[in-house]
């Protein structure tokens, strides 16, 4: 296997662009086996596996932390629901585009003061962003649609597609499926651009800030400028993926965006790996089939489902897993010695420690 | 490019044999089989809504009874319940569904898995609005949606929707008419929930001549019950008494018609209150200052046993021991299991009228053309261009309990309202009620 | 006289007040944790939830409202003790991401435990004092006696943690240990206990806030401190998580300036008061208005 292996670590963007074809197509095929409802699954978890992404850029490459992106996903979805509600025919790619645009100004805001912050300042600024997003857009009910918020119904399945079912359940199972596999095209992209990203001239010079900011400096590397950009794509992710999220959903509401999303975020990029394609993959999994694992331990432990305690044992779990992994394991589940992890590597960035002599 | 297209390509083959084969007869209608017809709903068990349950419950008792005495046209009726939580399963709230459930999700389970016929009596304005486009995309008809928004009625784009109470436009109108004839020339305020049921009843109010000023007109979020740092509630409440409003409308859902007349009582404020048919429940409300509200009412008094309907309810919730285990002859009904019962009704004597072959299409067209029995006291009927179903009400006062919380409303006068949703659709009055016989294959 | 209490001004100035004196605790408990160990607590406000809940429920037993307040706060400490020790200890000397991470899931935990056990719903707590509104010359004057002995009661406190660090033996070993571990150390100080004694003091200030808030018309429920824990983090952070005056006056200004947005505004548009003073405040000083070194900590 030392050949398969060493063709994926070529760090080229031609073996990158094979490597996440390969996981995009492997999924693919397993959407033709899904039932329709694992289908629907899948895709919510494609596009929260695109806001994990940038958020572990941000975290593990950058070094700064967000709470706040629940409310960057918020304002990317907002401003795509709010286009594809009065124009439904536009292209599904400007909607999106749109979507990343509004998310990376809203980082850009964002960071401008966040970039002279540290630590636990940022933390909290970025928490009280993702606070104030929803109730702010609220308050503007005749163009967010208030509380009740904007329904859509962009995504509908191409009649190709349609054609490729049969069958009673022919419709159902074609709409749950063309859902996940739009999702996971849209993710596929938005994985190649990062791992193209982290093998770039910036992503080195991230590593660099977010390890010796002073070095950094001294070798002519902006600050300022490479911190908020950081922040600019993260938030350009979260904008992606709350858009795509709530097209999925055909609505964008405000409840899709609670202050505890920003908490799962964070829970799923720990728990999957920070800094890593791998760990985001992994957690955009654990999202999706969250229900149907927390159904399991429900009924391993006897738990009624509808009970207090079975309601509200995915928070559970979920704490107590965040709070074990960094303790134990802060690199994330990718970190451990499992027959998984080869084969996750081949989509991890070869070097964990920044080379000064790259930025030369 | 070729590694993705080939292996989708392949599998695609494979498994698009393999869903044709496993899928059953191309053409049967999905949820009916020779001896059973499977419905669906999606319903707050749980959550800031929970004073609702009651009405699917009620429904569900009516299909259990009726499927003890034999089932429509042979078929049982299996009536599927799930707990969304009002579409809020986010925000925690006492809900017990878990916080990843949305009414979408659920909505999925329904048609993906268990292949409901239609969904009916599924609860919550927003809620079911972020459905609409889901259930129309994969053929399920929408039956009966438990909420007065005006989004029921568009059969241009959505033909397979219906909903089933008197729309909020219709209620604000009659609102409106009430407080001309009654309070006219006083000072209006306005509470509404921020979604189409407080747009819907302002607009109504407007629509029916009456003029709330844009700054007593004002708006709640559910989503301020769980942040606890700003009220919305009490800040409208103060500037409502600010403004000295004399009469107040409330579209609100129990908890917060709970809330705002609450904190209007730690002010001393005491205006005369409109409380929407959704939001006034006594029971449900639980407050002994809701007493002398009006609210308006498309069902008769719980406490009228002289309507057959009152009695027959009464009977078929005593018989079903497993959704009303404490159920008793003495046990205080409410505006709930009516509903439950309305609609439950209404469903049963559309199957029956289809006969042995049920199909989607052929269901939702008799739907237009049939007449209906059931507890309402208004006309309830549908046609090729109104969806809404019950087309008005009668206005009741909140009844006084002691220092207790009331427990029912009884009618002002015998007058009944009847109105459409638009401007121009006007509003009739009648003194006689529609009070429809049980059939009798139900009794 | 009257007529000026019963001014819209005087309004939103004592529901600002009210409500500020609750964030000023807040950030105040996490000034506390900041100084003594380094650590910003985002469970802090999870955890005066939940040592409410144990306290609060003993109501329904027959307790007196006084005695409850007394178990919530014992409570609290003991929670926060043992959080130090338990959580926090081995994680010293970590990247700062790592106590931040743990205490997001901590939060998590605390929040999902609560609802499992007390449920979700809105527990409404009868309070020890009126919540009707004063009247004076027929016009209302925004002052219940329960808003009063929310101020009354959150001063006294505020007094009490200044007293007890000032005066005190106990105060000058935990301001020791949190400036110059080491010296203190050598001084015969035992720091690994003032650290943990510094998390029981601040866990207990967070209970009191959290015993108003829940004793207030909002009653208790499980994210019950999410919003409070949020504008108190914003209070501690414009004055600087240095220093205990600056997040006692930082809390007061959110509280007023939210009122204030509140009533002129939108009500909804009330969470972003906080954030724009926060963000000014930052753009002048990034280490918070009342900090005394300006030197970044690296």
Known sequence: MDWWRSFFRQESTHSRLIGVTALAALTLAITFVLPPVANSELAGGAAIAIVILGLSWLIGWSGQISLGNSGFMAVGAYAAGIWAHHHNTTPLVFTLALAIVAGGLSGLIIAIPSTRLRGPYLAG?????????????????????????????????????????SGANAVINANAQWTADLAVVVAAVSFFFMANLFHSRTGRAMRLVRDNDVAAELMGVDLLRTRSS??????????????????????????????????????????????????????????????????????????????????????????????????????????????????????????QTPDLGELH | MTLLSVSALALGGITTGLLSSSAGAAGSTPGVSANSITIGATVPLSGIAVSYAPVSAAANAVFKWVNAHGGVNGRKIKYIRLDDCYGLASYGLGCTAGASVTTLSQNQVLVA?????????????????????????????????????????????????????????????????????????????????????????????????????????????TADAITGSTSDIQADVATLQASKCQVVVLDSVPPFTTGILEVAHALGYSPTWIISSVGADPTSVNFAGEAGAYTLDYFPSVTDTGD??????????????????????????????????????EFVEALKAEGKTVTRAGFVKSLLSATFSGP??????????????????????????GSKAPVNATPVNGTVFTTGNSKASPLKTTTKLTISPIPSWLK | MSAFLTSSLMHNIFGGLAQGVVYSLVALSLVIVWQSTHVLNFAQGAMAMFATYIGMTEIDRGIGYWWCVIISVAVGMIVGGLTERVLIRPLYGKPEINPIVVMVGFLGVLEALSAAIWTSSTRNIAEPFSQIFYHANGNLVYLSPFIIFQIILAICIMLLVAALFRFTRLGLQLRASALAPEVSRLLGIRVSRMLTIGWMLSAGVGAIAAVIQASGSFGLFPTNMDGIFVAGFIAAAVGGLESPIGAVAGGLLIGLAEQFILAYWSPNVAPLGGIIILVVALMIRPQGLFTKHAGRRV
């Open chain 1, 230 to 351: 950081a922040f600019m794509i993260a938030a350009a992710y979260a904008g992606l993926g709350g858009a795509l999220y709530s097209l999925l959903e055909a609505s964008v509401r405000p409840e899709t965006f609670p202050l505890t999303l920003s908490i799962t975020l964070l829970t799923l990029m720990v728990l999957g790996g920070i800094g890593t394609l791998s760990g985001a993959v992994i957690g955009g999994i654990i999202y999706s089939f969250s229900a149907d694992l927390v159904a399991h331990v429900n009924s391993l432990t006897g738990v009624n489902p509808t009970s207090n305690l079975g309601a509200n044992m995915q928070g559970i779990i979920f704490g107590v897993l965040l709070i074990l992994t960094m303790m134990f394991a802060p690199r994330g589940l990718v970190s451990l010695r499992t027959p998984i992890q080869k084969l996750f590597r081949i989509l991890r960035p070869r070097r």
């Open chain 2, 308 to 345: 057959a309907w009152i009695p027959w309810t009464r009977k078929v919730l005593l018989a079903d021991k497993t959704d009303f285990p404490t159920f008793t002859s003495s046990s205080i009904m409410t505006g709930n299991e009516l509903y439950g019962v309305g609609y439950a009704v």
């Open chain 2, 376 to 401: 309402a006291i208004t006309p309830l009927k549908y046609s090729a261009s109104n969806h809404q179903g019950l087309q008005g009400g009668v206005i009741a006062k909140i009844d006084a309990n």
């Open chain 2, 113 to 221: 898995q268990d292949h409901v016929f239609a969904t009916v009596g599924s609860l919550g304005t927003a809620a079911e609005e972020s459905v609409e486009g889901y259930l129309k995309q994969n053929g399920v008809p929408q039956l009966f949606v438990n909420s007065g928004s005006k989004a029921w009625d568009d059969p241009s784009q959505y033909p397979d929707l219906f909903g089933y109470q008197t729309s909020y436009n219709a209620e604000g109108k009659i609102f409106a008419e009430f407080i001309k004839t009654h309070y006219a020339g006083e000072t209006l305020g306005f509470i509404g929930q921020n979604d189409d049921f407080g747009a819907n009843g302002l607009l109504g109010l407007t629509d029916g001549g009456v003029n709330v000023a844009s700054a007593n007109a004002l708006t709640y979020n």
């Open chain 1, 125 to 165: 600024l970025t928490l009280a962003f993702a606070a104030a997003v929803t109730p702010i857009a609220q308050n503007f009910t005749s163009v967010t649609g208030g509380e009740g918020g904007i329904f859509l119904n962009s995504l509908v399945t191409p009649s190709w597609f349609g054609h490729l079912f």
